[in-house]
């Protein structure tokens, strides 16, 4: 939201001390997130002067074509041999004898450094130069030079005041709970409470039009009053289709970001900035009978303004004539009936809408635009007849015409009344604000106070704050117009003896291990929507497709919870990989939501909401953790390209399947879990003959190995990638709080190598558990470092070569003891696992 300081000060007088940097500053303390402040013409340094052009002379032989121009710039700028005039080389069109136009003297510094001299070209001495907007960086208009309405001013006059030169321009970003702000008045009314200063509301004033001249204005019909409370239609007749805005509307506009486009248009943009309420202008000669407001029905489409046809959906909000729909209510208007250079009638709209109707619209065909900003943020209910009366003024002040009428639908609308204890904000707070200053606050926001008895007190919002409905709201305004700043930040006292709790300690062992091992963190988009399921095929019953989705997701493409952190992973992956970053590890922590049995994706249409007075009981508390989904803390991390890089050492080595089995092992070391690594079959997105599962108590709570070819392709990453994915707090759970340190003995280890044939079919892990079992108390360790597969072993065989290590905490190993375990060992393997050792 831009706002020119020029345009606010005629709705409220700021002190004539104040900076715009300081009336920004000031505009924060109210909750206002400032952005930037412009100061326009800036880069301009020199004279512009008012001149008028005289007489025209269009030179031939060249290649474009130009014109010599006499142009009046008053006496005291004149040329010593032409009093009063200056001989002007320009190639615009768009001007003609006796226009008023903006002139820079030779010695001006336009933006961009660039001086104006007088200089000799295509024949003729050139003594300045007739300004555009974008030569002087007020706007992006180069197809002709800036034309001036006659009257704006005297010939010789400073330039400056009229094209805004010296304004400044405030650049907001305006949160979704200060829509009340997307107006010129909204930020009047926040600098006249800041500085106590009167407000001079272009909203409260019906303008008078003239008498309604014979015929019928045209007519209107509301079929929804909920989505559409009042509708509003004033007809006029007569409209000059050709009539220019005026120069000092369009400037406005341009200042505050808008483009001027006609009369007609810029009227209802100018009226919609400066009040806050959208319009918008149909060619009543284009409409077929009267405007209804409706939903859509099944199959219909509309082409709006931006050319686009729309597949329209039972839930969409209408306007109608009797072909069916024109535009989308309070959002864009559709292309048939939008004003053009030939329309001379307008009927010109003004309504409320039900803020989620549009808000849902708008994202449903992923169109934003102007109007739908400020009604999915609320807009005043009553603002429509008050902003449509002024733009119709406008409108016949401008462009000549005749007023015929208005036609209106006003369902009935009860005030919203909220009752809030006096002491509720200094106890929200922690500071002390009186029963005065309370009352004070609320009626300078526009409300109604009244005592509701004892320390309560009824208010009754204004029609411009929809968003006011709950005592908390009341104690937000009050502690904003307050300032923000006037509350004291205190940080309450950390009780002694507590500090991190031992899943957070875990969780950030986990994070060291992975980034100490080559992994980079990263924090993926934590929503998702069936095509990111599709894009690494998961079956259509999996579990993970069942998701929680948002009442108000920031994408429709992605409007659930995530159930998995693989899709925000493996995207991030691949945007680095598409950046020339091919050597990639990631890893991320983060919860997932896992639907419980009998939960709906829409979750509880009205769900109990405590008192923020006070802590909820446990009773409620618990209610409403029985209505979240399961969240477990998830980790995963993905791999593509080189795990160890090349160099004068010799080759590096590929990201495999190996890699990602052996991160699940390392956050298990981290965490101090126990954790099985079984082959098995996973499920999508993993390759079913590359993948491990994860076993922690006989449970599955995870997989690990390489990403299927198929899913490679269809989600668009590197061949081979590999992946990991576990539930992070299955395993902090079943930790052991305090790890017993490992004795370390001074005697020396012994080193034996066994190489054992199995079945194909026999998992390494169970192997390995059999020769640890069978080995006894004196072994150290054991590593599996080899597998064979091929004739040797014969079909159906492979031969596992594991590194045994034995060692005594009181003295030296015998041959023989050593000789004794390993047997032992491979005796158990043999018994569990039918192993034999390989001759």
């Not at 005594?808 to 696992?833: C, G, I, K, M, N």
Request: glycine share 10%; aromatic share 4%.
């Amino acid at each position: 939201m831009r706002v020119p300081l020029s345009w606010v000060r005629e709705y409220v007088d700021l002190p004539s001390t104040e900076t715009p940097e300081s009336v920004g500053e000031r505009l924060v303390t109210a909750g206002l997130e400032l952005e930037a402040v412009h100061h326009v013409g800036d880069d301009v340094a020199g004279t512009l002067v008012v001149g008028r052009v005289g007489a025209i002379e269009e030179l031939t032989g060249f290649k474009k074509p130009i014109r010599w121009c006499q142009v009046e710039v008053g006496p005291a700028y004149g040329h010593p041999d032409t009093p009063g005039v200056r001989g002007i080389i320009c190639g615009a069109r768009n001007f003609a004898e006796g226009d008023l136009v903006v002139v820079a003297l030779a010695g001006t510094v336009l933006p961009g450094g660039f001086e104006i001299a007088s200089r000799e070209t295509y024949g003729h001495v050139s003594d300045g130069m007739i300004c555009s907007e974008r030569e002087l960086a007020l706007g992006d208009d180069h197809d002709g030079i800036i034309v001036l309405p006659p009257g704006t001013a005297e010939v010789g006059f400073d330039a400056g005041p009229v094209l805004g030169i010296g304004d400044a321009v405030l650049e907001f970003s305006i949160t979704p709970d200060m829509g009340f702000c997307l107006s010129m008045r909204g930020i009047a009314r926040e600098l006249a409470h800041l500085y106590d200063a009167p407000l001079r509301d272009p909203g409260l004033e019906l303008v008078e039009l003239p008498a309604p001249v014979a015929g019928t204005p045209h007519e209107c019909a509301v079929d929804d009053l909920v989505g559409c409370d009042l509708f509003t239609m004033r007809t006029i007749v007569g409209f000059d289709p050709k009539a220019p805005s005026p120069y000092w509307m369009r400037r406005r506009l341009s200042m505050a970001g808008m483009r001027p486009v006609s009369l007609a248009v810029d009227v209802t943009n100018y009226v919609m900035l400066e009040t806050g309420q959208p319009l918008h202008a149909f060619d009543r000669g284009k409409l077929r009978g009267p405007i209804v407001v409706r939903r859509a029905l099944t199959g219909e489409t509309l082409e709006t303004l931006d050319h686009v046809v729309r597949e329209l959906d039972g839930a969409d909000l209408l306007i109608t004539d009797d072909r069916g729909p024109i535009g989308l209510a309070g959002t864009m208007g559709g292309l048939d009936t939008e004003i053009d250079d030939d329309t001379n009638e307008i009927a010109l709209e003004a309504a409320h809408f039900l803020a989620p109707a549009v808000a849902h619209m708008s994202r449903r065909h992923k169109l934003s635009s102007e109007a739908a900003r400020r009604f999915e943020r609320g807009v005043d209910h009553v603002l429509a007849p008050y902003a449509s009366a002024r733009a119709a003024a406008l409108l016949l002040e401008h462009g000549g015409g005749t007023y015929v009428g208005m036609t209106a639908v006003e369902a009935a609308h009860e005030p919203t009344v909220v009752e809030m204890a006096v002491d509720l904000p200094s106890r929200v707070a922690g500071i002390d604000v009186g029963r005065v200053t309370v009352v004070q606050r609320l009626e300078a926001v526009g409300a109604d106070v009244a005592d509701a008895g004892g320390d309560v007190l009824r208010v009754t919002p204004p029609t411009w704050r929809p968003d006011l409905t709950d005592p908390a709201d009341l104690v937000e305004e009050v502690l904003r117009l307050g300032g923000y700043d006037a509350i004291p930040a205190t940080l309450p006292a950390a009780p002694a003896g507590f500090g991190l709790t031992a899943a957070q300690r875990a969780r950030r062992r986990v994070g060291r291990a992975l980034a100490a091992d080559g992994y980079v963190e990263a924090l993926a988009y934590p929503f998702v929507g069936q095509a990111d399921l599709d894009a690494l095929r998961f079956p259509a019953d999996d579990a993970r497709r069942r998701l929680l989705l948002l009442a108000n997701p920031l994408s429709d493409e992605q409007p659930g919870m995530r159930t998995t952190l693989l899709p925000g992973l493996l995207a991030t992956l691949r945007r680095n990989v598409g950046r020339g970053t091919t050597d990639v590890a990631l890893f991320e922590t983060g919860a997932v939501a896992l639907l419980r049995d009998g939960q709906g994706p829409r979750g509880v249409a009205d769900p109990p909401r405590p008192a923020v007075t006070a802590r909820p009981a446990d009773e409620e508390l618990a209610a409403l953790e029985s209505l979240l989904p399961a969240q477990p803390l998830h980790v995963a991390v993905a791999l593509a390209g080189s795990r160890t890089p090349s160099g004068w050492w010799g080759e590096g080595t590929d990201a495999s399947w190996a890699d990602a089995v052996e991160a699940a092992r390392l956050v298990a070391d981290a965490v101090g879990s126990g954790l099985e690594v079984r082959r098995g079959s996973a499920p999508a997105p993993w390759h079913p003959g590359r993948c491990a599962e994860l076993v922690l108590d006989e449970r599955v709570i995870g997989y690990a190995g390489e990403v299927a070819p198929k899913v490679c392709e269809t989600a668009g990453l590197p061949r081979r990638t590999a992946v990991m994915e576990l539930d992070l707090g299955a395993l902090i759970d079943a930790a052991v709080e305090v790890v017993p340190a490992t004795s370390i003995s001074t005697f020396p280890v012994a080193k034996e190598d066994v190489a054992l044939v199995v079945d194909d079919s026999v998992a390494a892990a169970d192997v390995e558990t059999a020769l640890a079992d069978g080995a006894g108390p004196l072994l150290e360790s054991i590593r599996l470092f080899d597998v064979y597969v091929g004739t040797q072993v014969g079909e159906g065989k492979r031969s596992l070569a594991y590194a045994l290590r034995f060692r005594a905490p009181d003295r030296t190993l015998t041959v023989d003891e050593v000789a004794a375990a390993r047997d032992a060992a491979v005796a158990a393997a043999h018994t569990a696992v039918g192993a034999t050792m390989r001759s």
